[in-house]
Structure formats: C-alpha cells, structure tokens
Nanobody
C-alpha cells in the first residue's frame, strides 16, 4: 500500500522557518518524483517544489525560489521541504505527492498537480503577520 505521510506543519510568524517532512512507503522511492503542493482557502492547489533523486532534478515555483529548499534522503525514503523567510501568503495546507519519474515531466521543468499519482493527507502551515 502506497503511503505518503506529511509532518512538520504549524503556526509561525512571518520571517521565521519551518521544515516539512514527507515519509514515503509502498513503492520504489528512486522510481518516483516526490513533490510538495499547497492549497490555500479558496484557491486551486499549486505545485511548490519537486525532486527526483534518480534524475538529480528539482523544481521550484517562482514564488518560493530562494526561500524554500527541497531535499531527499533515499536511505530513509523521506523528502523534506525547508521553508525560510515565510510570508503570510505561504499559509496553506501542504501536501506531499508522487508521480513516476519515467513520465519525464520534471525534465521539462514542470511538476503539475494533475500528473501526481499518489497524495498524502496534508499538513497545515499558517504564517501570521
């Protein structure tokens, strides 16, 4: 059974940091692109950052470049998202998701919501001003 379990959400003040972690199980970690997506109230879900450890590729949304860093630990089957300089507009439910790396979407510079095959339950991140 495929499972993606997020942890690390919470309430922080603007300018502070949070680290999210996604624990993956039930599939071959190296064969998948793992990413973070978020959905704010009243808005569509959007891609934040994705990583393929086997391909050595990453994707970042323009809105988080320079502030967020994604990393993977193949030994632990985890993908972390280090979020620095948080802003109130980063407030959202953050989801971990995965799609097969063989689809080669990340190589094109994309990590779209619609291509994800598996999803976690989400973790709330709230940034106060």
């Amino acid at each position: 059974e495929v499972q993606l379990v997020e942890s690390g959400g919470g309430l922080v003040q603007a300018g502070r940091s949070l680290r999210l972690s996604c624990a993956a199980s039930g599939f071959t970690f190296d064969d998948y692109v793992i990413g973070w997506f978020r959905q704010a109230p009243g808005k569509d879900r959007e891609g934040v950052s994705c990583i393929s450890s086997s391909q050595g590729r990453t994707y970042y949304a323009e809105s988080v470049k320079g502030r967020f860093t994604i990393s993977s630990d193949n030994a632990k089957n985890t993908v972390d998202l280090q979020m620095n300089s948080l802003k109130p507009e980063d407030t959202a439910v953050y989801y971990c998701a995965a799609h097969a790396a063989s689809r080669n979407i990340l190589a094109l510079g994309y990590c779209p919501v619609g291509y994800q095959e598996y999803w976690g339950q989400g973790t709330q991140v709230t940034v106060s001003s």
